[in-house]
């Protein structure tokens, strides 16, 4: 039998109430362990603190060329993916920094996100896996 998958944050709610837990395909558990990666800056899993991702490092360092920041992040991200993911094989992985503007009063936003893409293939399966994501940076403003 396969074993199962479950949704992060845990609910210790309904666990405790011997209720049933949200159960994941794997390829969402994949989805979302990637995500976890992403969000996690260095030192923060304190029973591994070279667990996270380059992105928190960057994060205000935003005068550094754009392409540099995406080849940093990218190479760091598919270290990173490569090395705790053990589901995958065969990843690739995309990175574009862009923009948005938000207009909210009187102050206009402009924010840098960045357009994550992983592709790669199931170990157990050889199925094609797809996640993408989006991750807003240090938001400038200005009125």
Known sequence: MAKPYYE???NFKC????KELKKLSVRDSI???ISIIITTYFEEYTFD?????????TDFDL????????EKIKYSLTAQ???YEKRLTNIDLNVELME????????VRL???LLITVTGSSIKTDERFRFTGDYYLAPLSYT
């Open 8 to 10: 992060a944050p845990f």
């Open 15 to 18: 666990f405790f109430d011997k």
């Open 31 to 33: 989805s979302q362990f």
């Open 49 to 57: 603190e070279e667990f996270g991702s380059e992105i928190w490092e």
């Open 63 to 70: 005068l550094v060329n754009a392409n540099v920041l995406k």
């Open 81 to 83: 993916i490569e090395r």
């Open 100 to 107: 948005s503007l938000s207009e909210n009063s009187n102050k």
């Open 111 to 113: 924010k840098k996100y």
